[in-house]
């Protein structure tokens, strides 16, 4: 008896999203140890954090198929980018990164509606919440890093900044939880 809830081809675009994650987790990895190899050990912190919650985000996606009855299949992870020429570069690719994942998350959900399938429709609601974080998380490093003077910055504004992201939270504060009292 086939007990996969899953159609073969969502099957196979979870499989795909759970590589892409861990294709992320290695592309912030990389741009961690370019950043501390640079001196920012904060900001090399920071982004393997952010490299350990992509891994995770890929192993949420592994368990989903397994739970209904799929496979999925770890594939060969192709080489993350370049390292970036300047900590302006490498914020902007973070952003740029998160977006482009948003844009595979999104598909999914498309397929999901189109394929009336609920349950994945909403094990991806998690995921849609999720890249508001994320994205916004990678605005505020961009605005920050302006703030401080961008590639014009001082050594000082540097420390500054490199220090403040070694104990930044990983989460974003979201609009859905922002109240008067609390904005
Ligand atoms: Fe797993 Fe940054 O999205």
């Known amino acids: 008896m086939n007990t996969n809830r899953l159609s073969p081809a969502m099957e196979k675009a979870l499989s795909d ?28 912190n920071f982004l393997y954090r952010h490299a350990q919650e992509e891994r995770n985000h890929s192993i949420k996606f592994m368990e989903y198929v397994l739970n209904r009855g799929g496979k ?15 900590l302006t570069e490498c914020f902007d690719n973070v952003f740029k990164h998160e977006v482009d994942n948003t844009t595979s998350i999104y598909k ?13 429709w909403n094990f991806m609601q998690w995921f849609v919440q999720e890249q508001i974080e994320e994205e916004t998380l990678a605005q505020d490093l961009i605005d920050k890093l302006k ?15 490199d220090k403040a992201l070694e104990s930044a939270p990983n989460d974003v504060p979201l609009a859905q939880e922002a109240t008067g009292d609390n904005p």
Do not use: C
């Open 17 to 44: 999203q759970m590589n892409k994650e861990i294709h992320a987790s290695h592309t912030f990895l990389s741009y961690g140890i370019w950043a501390d190899d640079k001196g920012y050990q904060g900001i090399a």
């Open 72 to 86: 999925p299949k770890v594939d060969a992870i192709p080489a993350p980018p370049d390292d970036p020429q300047s």
């Open 108 to 120: 999914l959900v498309d397929r999901a509606l189109d394929e009336k399938d609920w349950a994945t």
């Open 147 to 161: 703030i401080a003077g961008g590639d014009q910055a001082s050594n000082e504004s540097l420390f500054t900044l």
